[in-house]
């Protein structure tokens, strides 16, 4: 493989920093907007081979807008939606406790059911990051790939890629509008960057 960018899509109109948004397609905020820009404005000296980002609109207006100086179009893969909450879907932490307590437990222990009721499974999920990474292990080893996603599919996609077991998944913060990088060699990465949301001060 090569040098992966991994962002996470800004902020929505659904207070995504404190809301449960899996399948949802909520739309970015003006401040996610501009967000982008400014990752727009971080990136554009880089270049890309490709371009790839979630079919949600949060995430695909990111890319979208990182996309215009370098002239590429946008890959848009279904593989890198962010998990489907189910019932938890839209809900704060505080929501979550009052209506399913015990989901709201294993969240705090940072574990998982085995699905969210009426939605997915961390299974379910890793199993579609890892046909995304057979799809991009297709590229040579000097290229750059930038993806946009979620915070869920960008800790699977680290895990997986550091050989990290999924139960740690959530022990790598991912802020919104931030960008992680990893160095492939082969079957082994380096993460060189995490979280990086410089960008973003004032």
Known sequence: ???????????????????????????????????????????????????????????????????????????????????????????????????????????????LPPAFPGGESLDDLNRRVCRFLDTIQQHGEEEKLLIVAHAGVLRLLLCNLLGIDLKHWRQFRIDLASLSILETYGQYAILSSLNDTSHLAD
Do not use: N
């Open 1 to 111: 493989m090569a040098r992966l960018v991994l962002v996470r899509h800004g902020e929505t109109t659904g207070s995504s920093s404190i809301r449960f948004w899996g399948k949802t397609d909520v739309e970015l905020s003006p401040r996610g907007v501009k967000q982008a820009e400014l990752l727009a404005g971080r990136l554009a000296g880089e270049k890309y081979s490709a371009i790839y980002a979630s079919t949600l609109c949060r995430a695909r207006k990111t890319a979208e807008t990182i996309a215009t100086p370098h002239r590429l179009a946008v890959m848009v893969r279904a593989e890198l939606a962010e998990i489907d909450f189910g019932e938890l879907e839209g809900l704060t932490f505080d929501e979550i406790s009052q209506r399913h307590p015990e989901q709201a437990k294993a969240i705090a222990r940072c574990s």
